[in-house]
Each structure stands twice: as structure tokens, then as C-alpha cells.
């Protein structure tokens, strides 16, 4: 039988309450990522959710807005492009958009679901993504069944497991391939993450030996407490609990290696944002509002970043980041 995962930092240990009253300034050095949301449409609803996607939403970026992301690219010497969503792949302009980018020479990161993959119409994604060379990041909160569908659904973690075997097979996380394939952990409560590298092993083995998946690396993310999964924390409670954990568990080293000093966040109107969870609190650029096309005439290094409490979710414990821990 399958052992659970390692228990994460949870509410109850010391130290829980607390820690900083703000969050300390930084200030964005040269860009190197332009992380894009495509829209909010899903094929699922996430518990976990920071931007409340799913079926139902209808908001998506406009052919105008998205024919700018190829010039921003170049204008900024920009060297990956990271898609998310919601479910990115269902923008019709989604597939013209990772062409034109992988055309210039940019690495294209695409936040796939994995569910995604076998939905009606998307049956020749995975083989566009490994025909392109894309790097999937794909979310898999956990190795156990029971734990994955109690976050995501019902039937998610087998849809997910196919996923992984389908792009396995076209030699995603396979060596020597070059075809990136990463999956995120994210835990299922208000706790921190454990120690990534101990969780990726255990990811790793188990993946390997009950379903023969391999895959690169791990990336252990916190849970933010804002939109869907903040309310779930103040429907019962444990809203202000959980920002105390983070607070007490901030390690200034994390400042260094966060996010949003290398990044720049764009949202489905192409309004800009210094991270995706900025984004969803509608916290614009310090320094005032700002578009997608105004990158075309100016560099944000040395910009101040907007920040706020939520911000010591990317600094607790080992540090959150789109690319795993930090520390």
C-alpha cells in the first residue's frame, strides 16, 4: 500500500501567529519572463484556484491584444513565454500564439492541466506540444487518487494519470529528449508545502512504479489565500490563522529568487501586473496603471514592485514561486 505524502508545516506548530507587520520593498531586475493569461475558461473548478476559473467563465484575450505578445517578446528580448488560464489551450489563438514564439526562438512554458489533453477537440494537443517543443508544467496536487479528486473532482486523477502516460509516450519527461515535463504540488489546506526535494522523490517512485510516469522535476507551491481558496479559509475560519503562518514563516533569503523581479504578469485585457496573484487583487504596476503595448517602448527593470501581505506566500518556509520552491 501507498504511504501518504510527508506532512507539511501545519497552523497548530509553534510559531503559527505573528511574525512581520509588511512585507519588505523590492524592485524588478531585467525581465526575463512574460507570463500571460490567455482567459479564465477552464474545463475545471479547482478548489485551490487563485483566479476562480472554470466551465463557466467567458472572459478570454482579444486577437488584437494577443498579436502584441510576439512584438513584446522581441522589443524586451524576452526569453520564455508562460501561458496559463484557466485552461490556456482552449484560446483558439493559442496554438498560432506558441508557433510565432517558438519561431523566434522562445521557450514557450504552457500550464496544462493535464485533463485538458483528452478533451473533446484537443485530442492532437499533446502532439502539437511535443511537435513544438513546448515545456509542460502540468498540475498534479498529489500522487494518491482520493487526495487529487477531493481538490479537483472526481475522475481527475485518472484523467490525469492518462495524460501523463500519453505525453510519456511522445517522450516528455523521457532523457535526453528535450521535452520538459514538471508537475506541481500544491497542499490540500492551509499548511506549507514539505520539503520539495523529499516530496519529488516520493513523487517520483510512486509515479514510476504504479504507473510507470516519469517527469523532471517537482515544484512545490504554496496556496495563496486569495479569490476561491481565501474564501473557502474565511467561510471556515482559518483566514486569519493561515496569513500568520505565512508571516512567521517568512525568510528574507526567498527576497532574492521571488517571481516578480524577473517577470511581468499580463491578464486576458493585457493590463499588467507585477505576478499573477496581483493580478487577481487587481493590484496594478507601483507605478500606476499600465498595458501590454507600453512594454513595446519601455523597459520595467528597476521598477518598484506593488506588494502586500499576500506576498509572504511566495517567501514562507523553502519560498513559492511559479518555478517551485526557492530555497
Known amino acids: 500500500m501507498v ?32 507570463q500571460v493569461n490567455l482567459g479564465y475558461q477552464c474545463n475545471q473548478a479547482c478548489s485551490h484556484c487563485h483566479v476562480n476559473a472554470g466551465p463557466s467563465r467567458t ?9 502584441l505578445i510576439p512584438a513584446v517578446l522581441t522589443a524586451r528580448q524576452i526569453g520564455t513565454l508562460d ?13 498560432g500564439l506558441v508557433r510565432a514564439a517558438r519561431g523566434q526562438g522562445v521557450e514557450v512554458i504552457d500550464r496544462c492541466n493535464l485533463t485538458i489533453l483528452s478533451e473533446p477537440g484537443q485530442e492532437d494537443l499533446a502532439a502539437f506540444l511535443a511537435e513544438q517543443g513546448v515545456t509542460v508544467v502540468a498540475s498534479l496536487p498529489c500522487y494518491l487518487a482520493a487526495n487529487v479528486d477531493r481538490q479537483r473532482g472526481d475522475g481527475v486523477f485518472a484523467r490525469s494519470i492518462a495524460g501523463l502516460q500519453r505525453l510519456n509516450a ?68 482559518q483566514l486569519a490563522d ?37 493580478q487577481q487583487l487587481q493590484l496594478p504596476l507601483a507605478g500606476g496603471p499600465a498595458h501590454l503595448r507600453d512594454l513595446l517602448q519601455r523597459d520595467p527593470a ?26
Request: charged share 15%; hydrophobic share 40%.
Open 3 to 34: 504511504s501518504s505524502p510527508p506532512q507539511p508545516v501545519s497552523l497548530a506548530e509553534p510559531g503559527a501567529s505573528g511574525g512581520l507587520s509588511s512585507f519588505p520593498a523590492i524592485q524588478r531586475t531585467a525581465l526575463s519572463t512574460l
Open 242 to 278: 493561515y496569513q500568520a503562518l505565512l508571516r512567521a514563516s517568512h525568510r528574507a533569503a526567498n527576497l532574492e529568487r521571488v517571481m516578480c523581479r524577473s517577470l511581468i504578469s499580463v491578464d486576458w485585457q493585457g493590463q499588467l501586473f507585477d505576478c499573477d496573484f496581483n
Open 170 to 237: 511522445l517522450g516528455y519527461g523521457q532523457p535526453d529528449s528535450g521535452l520538459a515535463l514538471h508537475l506541481v504540488y500544491n497542499p490540500q489546506g492551509p499548511v506549507l508545502p514539505p520539503a520539495q526535494d523529499q516530496l519529488e522523490a516520493d513523487y517520483k517512485r510512486v509515479l514510476a512504479a504504479d504507473f510507470s510516469i516519469v517527469f523532471n522535476q517537482l515544484f512545490a507551491l504554496a496556496n495563496m489565500p486569495i479569490q476561491r481558496f481565501g474564501a473557502v479559509l474565511r467561510a471556515s475560519g
Open 83 to 95: 501561458l496559463t488560464g484557466g485552461a490556456p489551450e482552449l484560446h483558439t489563438g493559442f496554438r
Open 59 to 67: 472572459e478570454r484575450m482579444d486577437e488584437h491584444t494577443l498579436a
Open 302 to 327: 528597476g521598477d518598484a514592485i506593488r506588494v502586500a501581505d499576500h506576498c509572504f506566500g511566495c517567501t514562507a518556509g523553502s519560498g513559492s514561486s511559479c518555478g517551485g520552491a526557492l530555497g
